[in-house]
């Protein structure tokens, strides 16, 4: 079955390194199709690549799924994210019919008004000791390594992918207090812009709440999550995720949960 949405956004692919979850994106991207993809950053991570490449056929044959896409009259939209910012130089580029922005605003069909970028653009505003949370930043990498092997195995015995560093960020207090204060401050940004609401990645947690009167999306990662945010026909927003062969449109939390 095939599911159809008026918008798509993904982000946090991290071609080019081993954590990259590129065969499920390829069969997700199978199953779903839509007339406007935004890319919202860190799809390809340069910086990573500096200091080790990983760049194999799954991953080119990401790259070239997008380029087919634009080609042949899906609206392909990126916008470059921290760890692929050298693409920002091309804003308001074309590149093999992909759009290079820096920012987007979308429009639902139901009139709302979104935000769309990265994220990273407000990690000034919200930093708290910066040096142990560059620790926290490298240790939550370490992990992400980790994951890696331990799910190869996982795979040759026939079980399903489990997330460790997502298991852990769950259980710190630290790691969910930051996650808050980010989506806090990205609301607060997208509406003293003017703006009904902001869909952004970065953080590798997918989220739709409503915050203060402001929708705060969030599509999640690549990595850990296999996630992905949709509009729906009817300008609905919903979160998806590729588990098990299937997409699965995950039910939005209710309002007691969200306050928790």
Known sequence: ?????????????????????????????????????????????????????????????????????????????????????????????????????????????????????????????????????????????????VDVRLNKLRQRTGNEYSSLSTKIKLRLRSANDYIRRFEETAARYALNRGFDGVVCGHIHRPCIRDIEGICYANDGDWVEHRSALAETGSGQLELLHWSADAVVAAPRPAPEALAA
């Open 1 to 145: 079955m095939r599911h159809e949405y008026r918008t798509l956004w993904l982000s946090d692919i991290h071609l080019g390194t081993s954590a990259s979850r590129a065969a499920d994106l390829l069969a997700f991207l199978d199953k779903v199709s839509a007339e406007v993809i935004y890319l919202t950053g860190d799809i390809v991570d340069l910086e990573r690549m500096k200091f080790r490449t990983v760049f194999p056929l799954l991953h080119r044959r990401v790259v070239g799924h997008f380029l087919q896409l634009a080609k042949t009259g899906t609206r392909v939209i990126y916008v470059p994210g921290n760890h692929d910012r050298e693409f920002r130089q091309l804003a308001g580029v074309s590149i093999g019919g992909i759009d290079v922005a820096l920012e987007r605003s979308h429009e639902c069909g139901n009139g709302q008004r979104l935000l769309v970028m990265h994220g990273d653009c407000i990690d000034s505003r919200i930093r708290r000791g910066r040096y142990i949370e560059q620790i926290g930043s490298t240790a939550y990498r370490w992990l992400v390594e």
